[in-house]
């Protein structure tokens, strides 16, 4: 089993729509990561979080340290959102990375 | 503005050649990281280094070697390019400290193929 589980793999939804990704793990962690990857390969750093919940615009990530479950909601989705979104997790001096949920956002 | 470069951003190379991937960070990290990213798979630590002259090995070290001898600059060494190698590598860097805990900056990418 993977130390990071991430779901849905794929996700389509029309502009406009909320979105929620989410994140599983099963190892003890210091932070939880989530990445945004947009085509053409850059990768961004959206949000870092041991507890609670943080908002940036209309990204929204939360974390229940408990049931060592994460999510990452968008609000209001649009097409610039369309990009790989990657949860990590830091275990101990390095992290450990989910697959990806690749999101598509129709207008 | 700081940021992290990686040189060059596509190589086309033979099996069993020796290839080196550059990385250059101008944020002064002390912490600098090399991933590797293949369809199907998370990114995937191959070595990492928390400062000078400090390497250490990943998950998926085998094939690959690093050196630091300044604060600036990774490279990467692929000793004899297999095949298998065949990939997106990143670099990427964070400040002191656990990084588990520091947001990692990430440069642009190299596209390698092996034939």
């Known amino acids: 089993k993977n130390e990071v589980e991430q779901s849905p793999q794929n996700l389509t939804a029309q502009e406009g729509e909320f979105i929620t990704i989410n994140c599983s793990y099963s190892v003890g962690i210091s932070a939880l990561h989530w990445l945004q990857q947009h085509p053409g390969g850059g990768i961004v750093s959206l949000f870092m979080l041991s507890s609670g919940k943080k908002k940036h615009g209309r990204l929204i990530a939360t974390i229940n340290i408990q049931e060592k479950h994460s999510s990452l909601h968008i609000t209001a989705s649009h097409p610039r959102d369309s990009a790989v979104y990657i949860c990590?997790?830091?275990?101990?001096?390095?992290?450990?990375f989910g697959a990806g949920t690749i999101l598509r956002v129709k207008s | 503005d700081a940021e992290i470069t990686q040189s060059p951003r596509h190589k086309i190379t033979e099996t069993g050649r020796q290839v080196t991937l550059a990385c250059h960070q101008t944020w002064n990290h002390n912490n600098m990281f090399w991933y590797r990213q293949d369809l199907g798979h998370g990114l995937r630590l191959i070595h990492y280094s928390y400062g000078v002259q400090d390497t250490n090995k990943g998950e998926v070290s085998d094939g690959y070697s690093v050196s630091r001898s300044n604060t600036e600059d990774l490279p990467l060494t692929l000793e004899s390019a297999a095949s298998s190698q065949t990939s997106v590598y990143f670099c990427a860097s964070s400040e002191a400290g656990a990084s588990g805990s520091d947001t990692q900056y990430f440069g642009p990418g190299t596209r390698l193929t092996v034939l």
């Open positions: 990590a997790v830091g275990d101990g001096n390095k992290l450990v």
